[in-house]
């Protein structure tokens, strides 16, 4: 049976499309993240140890913890929507900075860290009051980001803090007695 070009004009778009296939087959050691992100991007370990970060600031008790309402996807979107490409970068540097500063002084990644030694290194880093620490800016952000989104979801102001739509109640100085 002699070949045509038919023949092998499929086979070469069967290999190419083989070809293109290959890479979403091979499996990377590093998970991706949950979130897309348009100017920078993150591992999914990375988005994990966010999320442990910001429940260790606001922890679950009774109530919802800032892990329960995703306060570090809305870290992540804020710095990327909101955030210059310089403090991307210096988000990004204070991460690995973080994450090195908790190997130092727990010998082991934060993620891996009980509860006293994940908030001895944040206090730690809460008391520095040098400008140039990538860690203690990437903390302080951080922080600020979470408390943030804590204090905007619908938890807090549905059941901690009523919000009421404006104008609202009217709050008089002066009781009226009679009309």
């Known amino acids: 049976m002699p070949v045509t070009r038919r023949t092998v004009i499929k086979q070469f778009l069967y290999a190419s499309a083989g070809i293109v296939l290959i890479p979403s087959c091979v499996q990377e050691n590093k998970s991706k993240a949950s979130i897309l992100l348009k100017n920078f991007s993150i591992t999914g370990s990375e988005e994990a140890m966010l999320a442990e970060i910001s429940e260790t600031i606001i922890p679950k008790t009774n109530t919802p913890g800032a892990k329960d309402i995703s306060a570090h996807l809305f870290l992540l979107k804020m710095m ?89 109640r009217y709050h008089g100085c002066v009781p009226v007695k009679a009309a």
């Open 80 to 168: 990327d929507d909101c955030r210059s490409k310089e403090d991307q970068e210096k988000f990004l540097d204070g991460l690995k900075a973080f994450e090195q500063a908790s190997k130092d002084k727990n010998g082991k990644s934060f993620s891996e860290s009980n509860t006293e030694q994940r908030a001895a290194l944040l206090a730690a880093l809460a008391a520095v009051k040098d400008k140039g620490n990538a860690a203690a800016e990437f903390f302080s952000t951080v922080k600020r980001y979470t408390v943030q989104a804590y204090t905007s979801s619908e938890y807090f102001l549905t059941k901690v803090q009523v919000y009421e739509l404006v104008p609202g």
